[in-house]
């Protein structure tokens, strides 16, 4: 049951009056006449979304996910109509027919993204590297979930300290240094912390559309939060003059995979609507069995605790390669419901929910503590993440902008932590509640020679946490400290920016943007039983100037240069400034009242081309510099260096803005097609330093990479995939990582590769089936960071069945 607290609703409902103010005023720029067409595919008649339709200066759209497009902006004269893998077609404006058809090409073009702007453009006008995830390689891999779906692209490396988790580092950042977006709505919230996140999970891959992933500092599109990066997931929307359904059903044996996906599509020429309904079952996870002879333990799961006659035992495992406890559920819903309001205006209702089981913390189950295992319970409680949102549309051409974009969101998220000590009856239970309200308003204007995007926005986020103590004797429940103050907290975030795309020539394009956030927060502590706070509250009021300056220049045979500066800032959120306590082994984290912004500053060097049309490369170096690095370091609490925290002597830490950190790095893609077969790279080598201490980066992982070779003959896809990390040595370790022995070997991060195979059937568009074989050779490997080991040799089987009616 979705249940929606009422002191939240209340403040909902108070904002109604003034969003329909804001879509009444939405409605009024935009409204003007507007040339609609619809491009289809030549044989199948079935719309083609992402469509290139440009005029000779330079102007140019894309069509929807429909197929619609508005060139009422577009200039007389000849259009041109291009879409990878379909014929460029050119037709006089005054000719073009109301359905315009495009018969299919092995040829391809530049690929379009959303994610750089948040509207549709060339990917080869932009001065930073982005990479896409397209549906086509969702179906054939298979990723259970969101965070493998960006790892098996190659170039985003996934930490995971439990079986449900998956947290995305991008180019040194991670956790709350990194922004996740959905359908343009931001997720981050004032509780993402500094460690790692398994938020990207709440997302369901078997309904995102694509994924983006926009490499370096996003801040002046997406504010704070983006300084390594932005994943941009956009979800299926619903298809108009359409009515189908389809079933698709998922087995993996390495964890016992078992992931059930309905979806269907109603929808007439005014009026669609789409839900989809997703449920995942996993086992325990069973990793590698075949580990390098220096450690024939290592990652190995030789016993646990189970509760046998009311007590806490120590139990053998017979497979010491089951990882027990790490195993979970989850399911996912999406609805969404969109109108076209007139043939240029569209409004789009969407609802996303998600839940799951306890999902067990994994890693903390293996830790030690006097020669046995510390925890006997260790799990977080159902992950919940609900939203709704309103967005308004329009591609009329007005004064104001060629399309506009209204939208409204209200998300509401749930994390618990409970965890219980070895032969103790004290079940500790902790829980955090966060609504978040966003309203964005987007906009791009299209001039001579030029294109500006221009937008707002609104960010307010309330916190409230809870603590209690459950006697697992007799029942009783008393208070305990909460992981945030008591009190609740707010976070707030206004912001406007602005970026300009100017084209000196056909070859020589300028990208130019700024940016300006006010952030606000306060955090109320109340009570103060269990701890002697030196304050009653903390407010933190700061703003931020970030922009950006990149070039784009395309010179002969398909060869560019592509070069970018950019600034970025995170202010520090609920986590950072006012968490209570949180627990690392031996050491726990206090809030900090003095805790500042950090500012990074980057650049970075592209040059891609193409050989003959089959051969294409992509190289970029990149380099940031972190001014008041927000970083875990050893502090006092009321004057003292360590205190008893859960009956434990722990060393007291908190978030201090330690002052100058430096990341750089190199990354590289070849990709070879011709006809069927296709054959690709990628590398990625990341090295950052925290100046102050002079010690290693946290979130520079090892370099990575993977090689695949696909080819398709007729109905049938296949394709091998080579993935390998590199090593760190235990003495070139952070200093966190450094006191998590548990899960490194003495030797620090071992290197690895595997070897995983793919194959895709296609009978008809309504029925595929998919097999594969991941980690063929069953490698042991465990990721940097990581507190759980990857899985063993893997078994893939999917089919997906439909029925459709145009």
């Avoid at 988790?165 to 993402?192: C, E, H, K, T």
């Avoid at 079933?247 to 839900?275: C, E, P, Q, W, Y």
Wanted: with cysteine; glycine share 8%.
């Amino acid at each position: 049951m979705v249940v929606i607290r009422t002191s939240i609703f209340s403040s909902f409902a108070t904002m109604q009056k003034t969003f329909c103010s804001i879509i009444l005023v939405f409605l009024v720029l935009t409204n003007i006449q507007a040339q609609t067409i619809r491009i289809v595919e030549k044989q199948t008649q079935s719309p083609i979304g992402n469509v290139v339709v440009f005029d000779a200066i330079g102007y140019h759209t894309l069509t929807d996910a429909n197929g619609y497009a508005d060139i009422s902006g577009l200039a007389g004269g000849l259009i041109t109509f291009q879409h990878v893998g379909y014929e460029t077609l050119l037709i006089p404006k005054k000719e073009i027919p109301k359905i315009v058809e495009l018969a299919e090409t092995s040829l391809t073009v530049d690929e379009v993204v959303i994610s750089a702007n948040k509207w549709e453009e060339d990917l080869s006008e932009i001065p930073v590297s982005v990479m896409k995830v397209t549906q086509d390689d969702i179906a054939l891999t298979n990723p259970q979930t969101a965070a493998d779906l960006l790892g098996q692209s190659g170039e985003v490396f996934i930490q995971k300290s439990q079986l449900g988790g998956g947290s995305p580092m991008i180019r040194g950042f991670a956790a709350n240094s990194v922004l996740i977006s959905i359908d343009g709505v931001r997720m981050n919230n004032a509780i993402y912390r500094s460690g790692n996140l398994q938020n990207v999970l709440a997302i369901d891959g078997l309904t995102t559309e694509d994924a983006e992933v926009v490499f370096g500092p996003g801040s002046v599109i997406y504010g704070s939060d983006a300084l390594g990066g932005v994943m941009d997931f956009h979800s299926i929307n619903p298809q108009f003059d359409n009515v189908s359904g389809e079933a698709f059903g998922r087995f993996s044996s390495a964890d016992i995979d078992k992931t059930g996906h309905l979806k269907f599509n109603i929808g007439n020429n005014r009026v669609a609507f789409m839900g989809a309904f997703t449920f995942s079952d996993f086992d325990d996870l069973v990793t590698g069995s075949k580990r390098p002879d220096k450690y024939p333990d290592f990652g190995t799961r030789p016993e646990y605790v189970d509760v046998i006659n009311g007590q806490d035992s120590i139990v053998s495992n017979t497979n010491v390669n089951k990882q027990v406890y790490s195993g979970y559920s989850q399911y996912n819903a999406l609805a969404k419901l969109k109108f076209n309001l007139t043939d240029n205006t569209d409004i789009t209702y969407a609802f996303h929910y998600t839940n799951s089981s306890d999902v067990p913390r994994y890693d903390r189950l293996i830790e030690y503590r006097n020669d046995h295992l510390r925890y006997a319970k260790w799990y977080y409680g159902p992950q919940k993440w609900l939203m709704h949102y309103l967005q308004l549309k329009s591609k009329k051409e007005t004064s104001f902008s060629s399309e506009a974009k209204l939208t409204m969101a209200y998300q509401q998220v749930e994390e618990s932590r409970h965890d219980r000590s070895y032969q103790s009856t004290s079940l500790r239970h902790r829980a955090e509640y966060v609504d978040a309200f966003n309203v964005n308003a987007d906009l791009y204007k299209e001039f001579y020679k030029s294109t500006i995007y221009y937008g707002a926005e609104f960010v307010y986020n309330t916190v409230e946490s809870t603590g209690q103590v459950e006697n697992t004797s007799t029942g009783a429940f008393t208070p305990t400290s909460t992981r945030y103050p008591d009190g609740g907290s707010t976070w707030t975030s206004l912001a406007a920016y602005a970026s300009l795309k100017y084209y000196f020539s056909t070859s020589l394009i300028l990208n130019a943007g700024i940016r300006y956030s006010q952030v606000l927060l306060k955090s109320n502590f109340v009570d103060k039983t269990f701890y002697d706070f030196p304050y009653d509250e903390i407010k933190i009021n700061t703003g931020a100037f970030n922009g950006s300056l990149g070039l784009v220049w395309k010179l002969a045979n398909e060869f560019q240069i592509k070069t970018a500066l950019s600034s970025g800032f995170r202010a520090p959120n609920v986590d950072d400034v006012g968490k209570v306590f949180d627990s690392e082994p031996g050491s726990v984290v206090v809030p900090n009242e003095d805790l500042k912004p950090e500012y990074s500053y980057s650049g970075e060097l592209t040059v891609t081309g193409k050989i003959n049309y089959e051969l294409e490369y992509s190289f970029t170096g990149y380099y940031t510099r972190l001014i008041d690095a927000m970083v875990r370091r050893d502090f006092t609490f009321n004057d003292q260096d360590s205190i008893m925290y859960d009956g434990t002597l722990s060393k007291v830490q908190a978030i201090v803005n330690s002052g100058k950190a430096y990341i750089a790095g190199i990354s590289g893609s070849i990709r070879y097609e011709r006809g069927d077969f296709s054959a690709s790279t990628t590398l990625t080598y990341t090295k950052g330093r925290d100046l102050s201490d002079d010690v290693p980066w946290r979130y520079a992982p090892p370099i990575f990479g993977q090689t695949e070779v696909s080819y398709t003959w007729n109905n049938l896809k296949a394709r091998i995939v080579q993935r390998y990390n590199g090593a760190i040595p235990f003495d070139q370790l952070a200093p966190s990582e450094q006191s998590k022995t548990f899960i490194y070997s003495p030797d620090g991060t071992l290197a690895w590769t595997t070897t995983s195979t793919y194959l895709q059937y296609v009978f008809n568009k309504n029925l595929r089936i998919n097999g594969g074989v991941e980690n063929i050779f069953d490698v042991h490997y465990r990721p940097y960071s990581s507190g759980i080991s990857a899985p063993g040799r893997n078994f893939i089987l999917s089919l997906k069945a439909g029925l459709s009616k145009k």
